[in-house]
């Protein structure tokens, strides 16, 4: 749509600009106009999220940080919400929790005026710290966290884009900590963010349904699923969402038997993560490929493994307990099943 076109090409713009984006940026923080880096952060933060440059934005918003008075109470709270969830994205999650503590902290002060800003901010905060405590495995904490902001945002913006995300953020949460798939969040996190056009969050969903008829061993549902995360993220350069649609069509595919589509799809989903340098989705493509080689009739056991310790590497580079804890188990299964090879 003409939304999603005119965001692809200010991404773009904004990527070829990133000189300029810095330079401008650092020069708002040094004459001290922190009014308008208040209602300009999320923007940054968006702009990292999209084309995967957390290091760079990660820099600028804590230089911001740093230099904000503390009397400026509104947009150090915004800035460290933002400066959080880069660091989460970093790996850096002890980091996240401290500045989200410090953020909902200020939040239960009333330092934001607005309260659907404050809401917003809160959801992001909450968020950010629940899934450094997953990364961390605490599983309980993460659960909390992840209650605490939907049934806030429930009973204050049930019909919100940050009421959505809440639902389908708990969604992943239960999903994945307790193994309770279940599919109405998402459908309802779907029809909110469909009825206001929200085309990227729409690819989010669309990515997650599919895993979760994955997960419920439902392969055929996931597919037009899949293959509509595709379009929408090929057409607004969504880079991470993209890699993930294709990184479930791989699943898909391991799991009828495909083996060398199953291949093809990682060399390809490798090659994107290669480019953007991203650790996390390097880390689950080879998760992938070794259980790909472990699978084969005629596969290799000391490929699969090599594939999972490259696998390792990378979750270590960014300290998520929780995958790396997978990544291990997933040797032990190579290391037993080494004697059909």
């Not at 984006?21 to 968006?46: D, H, I, N, S």
């Not at 490259?310 to 190579?334: E, K, M, P, T």
């Given at each position: 749509?003409?939304?999603g076109?005119a965001?692809?090409?200010?991404?773009r713009?904004?990527?070829?600009?990133?000189?300029?984006?810095?330079?401008?940026w650092?020069c708002?923080?040094?004459?001290g106009w922190?009014?308008?880096?208040?209602?300009?952060?999320?923007?940054?933060?968006?702009?990292g999220?999209?084309t995967?440059r957390?290091?760079?934005?990660?820099?600028l918003?804590?230089?911001?940080l740093?230099d904000?008075?503390e009397e400026?109470?509104?947009?150090?709270?915004?800035?460290?919400?933002?400066?959080?969830?880069m660091?989460?994205?970093?790996?850096k999650?002890q980091?996240?929790?401290?500045?989200?503590?410090?953020?909902?902290?200020?939040l239960?002060k009333?330092?934001?005026?607005?309260?659907?800003?404050?809401l917003?901010?809160?959801?992001?905060?909450?968020?950010?710290?629940?899934?450094?405590?997953?990364?961390?495995?605490?599983?309980?904490k993460?659960l909390?966290?992840?209650q605490?902001?939907?049934?806030?945002?429930?009973e204050?913006?049930?019909?919100?884009?940050?009421?959505?995300q809440?639902?389908?953020?708990?969604?992943?949460?239960?999903?994945?900590?307790?193994?309770?798939?279940?599919?109405e969040?998402?459908?309802?996190?779907?029809?909110?963010?469909?009825?206001?056009?929200?085309?990227?969050?729409?690819?989010?969903?669309?990515?997650?349904?599919?895993?979760?008829?994955i997960?419920?061993?439902?392969l055929h549902n996931?597919?037009?699923?899949?293959?509509?995360a595709?379009?929408?993220?090929?057409n607004?350069?969504?880079?991470?969402?993209?890699a993930?649609?294709?990184?479930?069509?791989a699943?898909?595919?391991?799991?009828e038997g495909q083996y060398?589509?199953?291949?093809?799809?990682?060399?390809?989903?490798?090659?994107?993560?290669?480019?953007?340098?991203?650790?996390?989705?390097?880390?689950i493509?080879?998760?992938?490929?070794?259980?790909?080689?472990l699978?084969?009739?005629?596969g290799?056991?000391?490929?699969?493994?090599?594939?999972?310790?490259?696998?390792?590497g990378?979750?270590?580079?960014?300290s998520?307990?929780?995958?790396?804890?997978?990544?291990?188990?997933?040797?032990?299964?190579?290391?037993l099943?080494?004697?059909r090879f």
């Amino acid at each position: 749509n003409a939304e999603g076109e005119a965001k692809q090409q200010l991404v773009r713009l904004l990527g070829n600009e990133l000189n300029n984006l810095e330079a401008a940026w650092l020069c708002a923080v040094e004459r001290g106009w922190f009014e308008r880096l208040y209602v300009t952060c999320k923007a940054l933060q968006q702009f990292g999220e999209m084309t995967a440059r957390y290091k760079p934005v990660e820099a600028l918003l804590a230089k911001a940080l740093a230099d904000c008075p503390e009397e400026n109470a509104a947009c150090v709270t915004a800035l460290a919400s933002n400066l959080a969830l880069m660091r989460y994205r970093l790996g850096k999650y002890q980091g996240a929790i401290e500045l989200t503590d410090m953020v909902i902290a200020n939040l239960q002060k009333g330092v934001i005026e607005s309260e659907e800003r404050s809401l917003s901010i809160a959801q992001q905060a909450y968020t950010t710290q629940a899934f450094s405590y997953s990364s961390l495995a605490d599983f309980p904490k993460t659960l909390q966290l992840a209650q605490k902001i939907h049934d806030m945002l429930l009973e204050k913006a049930p019909d919100t884009d940050a009421y959505a995300q809440a639902l389908a953020n708990l969604a992943v949460i239960e999903g994945d900590i307790l193994g309770n798939y279940t599919v109405e969040h998402y459908r309802k996190a779907l029809e909110l963010f469909e009825a206001k056009g929200q085309q990227v969050n729409i690819a989010w969903i669309l990515v997650n349904m599919a895993n979760y008829f994955i997960n419920s061993h439902k392969l055929h549902n996931p597919k037009p699923l899949l293959e509509r995360a595709n379009r929408i993220s090929e057409n607004l350069g969504l880079n991470h969402w993209l890699a993930m649609s294709k990184y479930y069509q791989a699943k898909i595919t391991l799991l009828e038997g495909q083996y060398s589509d199953a291949e093809a799809l990682c060399e390809l989903i490798l090659s994107k993560a290669e480019r953007q340098n991203k650790a996390s989705m390097l880390a689950i493509i080879w998760r992938l490929r070794g259980e790909v080689e472990l699978s084969r009739p005629e596969g290799n056991f000391e490929k699969a493994l090599e594939y999972l310790d490259n696998a390792l590497g990378y979750a270590h580079a960014i300290s998520d307990v929780a995958l790396i804890q997978g990544i291990l188990v997933d040797r032990l299964g190579c290391f037993l099943a080494g004697e059909r090879f």
